[in-house]
């Protein structure tokens, strides 16, 4: 998953501000400016931010500053007497804002991150202020006159295809934030905003407050049994930190499916994690997100209605790929059947393995349960293939696997070389920096990777940008990509699971994406793209994870180098759709239950206490209910959706059939070469948002996508349902 952070404040979000006073005489003002390091460019390689000089007391002047100081521009902009232009109107509001940009960029990113105290009020105090700001500016009638007049006039404006789509992108995005509502509904709306960036707000800090504070105590070591010695060790120094000397804490990620359960043997200890799990913001206390969610989706069923939409789906999806509530409804519906299905005949194989090990056992038998099955299907994947996670890890040492696998890859691919850097400040001691260089040796870019979980940092793996490339403004990209591998004991080596090296591919597509944009304004840049757009390229990099000789690059065991048996990569392979019935149905589920929490009308959502109910209803009503594979993740904790993926977490699928399509493009043209790579950069990953997404993939692969691709594989293709 990436944030453009940037983006969504100059366009989307949403009444009157306090005015900023620099201090009371203007010497002192201009020496707070200058020791602020949002007030000016930063002097560092390519704009890169200055963590060592950033404090947190350094946000709140910039962001009142910076408000102030764009609403003035705003102003002049909208009262300026000469007639509209290209130039006057859309290239000034394009360079409006640099303070706020500077400083929102760098603070979400941070919140995100490594968020603290500090940073959580500031979050809290400013979401109804970044709100306002935005509507202000949306919502400015004069300044909305002048995009009308160019949007009407378009056509005679003599601009190129990118200038003209920027003049049509503004038109519609105003249009989107209400800017033709009468007074009194754009005043309803102003406090719509308001109130949801509060409630948004609220809803993750109890997100990751909860996940947090529902780690489990573990008292004997015997209860871990199955977890690797450096699992132990780590649950150890876990409970040392939360001063429980002697006992052992589990700590909990945001998803419904927890680590743990793949390894641990004892079944009351499996229970108690994922029953801590899915109950999270739904068990009553401080962190109940049951009455935000309803307050939420009554807002935006209101805000929906307001703008003339049914529901706020319909609203929501005007502006994707997808259009229509309709076409996401028939697509997740034509999977959801097979997707069931093969987690059914997943199931059949794990319950046998329970009944012949209990019987065997000489013990009763038991009906398979959530927490059972991660534990049994990597028993049956060692049945079926005669490997094991256990046995891969040794192989995937996180800084091999970023340099010689994701690095190598792109070399191959873009012809694209690194070099790690240590003279740039950085965050946090697990974040590391790279030089990213260009075929002909020029710099493309900076890349901050920081892959390690901490309780600062949200669950999840998401890219986002410090620095946005634009021809206009001569900048060339800052990306960061941020994952949520547990860090090990000090000393200790990070072992990859194959799955945490696909999200490392995975992230790094969106990392390329952004890298590689070739676009002249801001509002275009890398991957300012439809939300079910966005993932495509970050799919397709996960392909190259188990290209032959890209794995043998990087697959090496980390005490002794020696490359992964051939025998053990030919099974990695093999194994690559197993258990994919419970993969799409936990997806599904959770896709589904989005689509209807935001395809109800205002009167019909839930009250606080229904809706766990509610979740359940539409479960089953979507025919994705299956109690051995809840959905990926509950209501309650389900952050996506009440951000910035509002009806819009089906984008992975959705995606995912462009990348099904893209990877049967590469091996049908030879697979992985520097021809096949310059190609997709060219035709797609370059171009950012400055044409039509489905065009762009038009460019790329000659044709329309089909199912077809994403149905084979996901090992649907054979599936009932089909």
């Known amino acids: 998953m990436n944030t453009r952070l940037a983006l969504a404040l100059a366009v989307s979000l949403g009444v009157a501000l306090p005015a900023y006073s620099l201090a009371a005489n203007a010497a002192a003002g201009q020496q707070a ?4 390091p949002f007030f000016a460019e930063s002097p560092l390689p390519l704009h890169y931010p200055q963590f060592d000089r950033i404090k947190d007391s350094d946000f709140a002047p910039a962001f009142d500053a910076g408000m102030a100081q764009q609403l003035k521009e705003v102003e002049a902009i909208a009262n300026n007497p000469a007639a509209p232009t290209f130039d006057n109107t859309l290239i000034a509001l394009e360079k409006s804002g640099a303070v706020l940009d500077r400083a929102t960029t760098v603070f979400f990113s941070l919140i995100g991150a490594d968020t603290n105290d500090a940073r959580k009020k500031l979050q809290a105090d400013y979401s109804a202020r970044f709100a306002a700001h935005s509507d202000a500016i949306n919502l400015n009638g004069k300044l909305f006159s002048r995009i009308q007049a160019l949007y009407g006039n378009r056509a005679k404006l003599g601009l190129d295809a990118e200038g003209l789509r920027l003049v049509e992108k503004y038109h519609d995005n105003f249009v989107r934030a209400g800017a033709k509502l009468s007074d009194a509904d754009k005043a309803k709306l102003k406090d719509i905003n308001a109130e949801l960036a509060n409630l948004g707000t609220k809803f993750s800090q109890n997100v990751l407050a909860e996940v947090n504070a529902s780690y489990i105590v573990v008292d004997d070591v015997k209860q871990l049994d199955g977890l690797s010695a450096g699992q132990i060790a780590a649950a150890a120094e876990a409970a040392k930190a939360r001063k429980l000397d002697g006992k052992y804490v589990i700590a909990l990620l945001n998803t419904t499916g927890q680590p743990a359960l793949t390894n641990l043997t004892d079944r009351a200890l499996r229970q108690k994690i994922h029953e801590t799990s899915v109950s999270r913001g739904s068990k009553g206390g401080e962190y109940d997100n049951t009455a935000l969610v309803s307050r939420i989706m009554t807002l935006r069923a209101q805000k929906a209605a307001l703008m003339g939409f049914p529901n706020y789906a319909a609203y929501g999806l005007g502006n994707q790929t997808a259009k229509t509530p309709e076409a996401v409804n028939a697509m997740l519906g034509q999977l959801a059947p097979a997707a069931v299905a093969n987690a059914r005949r997943e199931a059949a194989d794990l319950q046998a393995m329970i009944d012949r090990e209990q019987k065997a056992a000489g013990k009763p038998g038991f009906e398979l349960q959530p927490w059972d099955w991660a534990f049994y299907s990597e028993k049956v994947r060692q049945a079926k293939y005669d490997f094991d996670e256990s046995q891969l890890k040794p192989y995937f040492e996180l800084k091999n696997v970023l340099e010689n696998g994701v690095f190598f890859a792109a070399g191959k691919e873009y012809g694209l070389s690194f070099k790690q850097r240590t003279d740039l400040p950085v965050y946090h001691d697990d974040v590391t920096v790279y030089d990213v260089f260009d075929a002909d040796g020029s710099q493309l870019a900076i890349f901050i990777f920081d892959p390690y979980a901490r309780e600062s940092k949200r669950g999840g793996a998401w890219m986002n940008s410090y620095v946005s490339q634009s021809a206009l403004t001569g900048n060339k990209p800052v990306v960061a990509n941020h994952l949520n591998i547990p860090k090990p004991p000090a000393g200790q080596p990070t072992l990859l699971t194959w799955d945490e090296v696909n999200t490392t591919f995975h992230e790094f597509g969106h990392a390329l994406h952004g890298m590689f944009s070739n676009v002249k304004y801001p509002y275009f840049s890398g991957t300012a793209v439809p939300r079910d757009f966005v993932e495509f390229p970050s799919q397709v990099n996960e392909m190259w994870s188990d290209e032959p000789t890209i794995l043998a690059n990087y697959a090496r065991h980390h005490e002794n180098g020696s490359a992964m048996p051939q025998a053990l990569l030919d ?56 109690a051995p594979v809840p959905p990926r993740y509950r209501t309650t904790y389900f952050s996506h959706i009440m951000g910035g993926y509002s009806a819009g977490y089906y984008a992975y699928i959705w995606s995912e059939v462009l990348d099904a399509n893209t990877q049967k493009w590469f091996r049908d043209h030879g697979g992985l070469s520097r021809a096949n790579g310059d190609h997709f950069r060219k035709t797609l990953l370059s171009r950012g948002g400055s ?9 790329f692969a000659g044709h329309d996508p089909q199912i077809g691709p994403l149905l084979e594989k996901r090992g649907l293709s054979g599936a009932e349902g089909k």
């Open 33 to 36: 400016q200058q020791a602020n």
């Open 691 to 699: 044409v039509d997404a489905m065009q762009l993939f038009r460019d």
């Open 571 to 626: 099974k990695v392979i093999a194994a690559s759709k197993f258990n994919q019935g419970f993969a799409t149905t936990e997806y599904l589920g959770a896709a589904m239950l989005d689509q209807n929490w935001h395809q109800i009308g205002v009167d019909q959502v839930p009250a606080p206490h229904d809706v766990v109910k509610f979740e359940h209803d539409a479960l089953v009503k979507d025919g994705i209910y299956y």
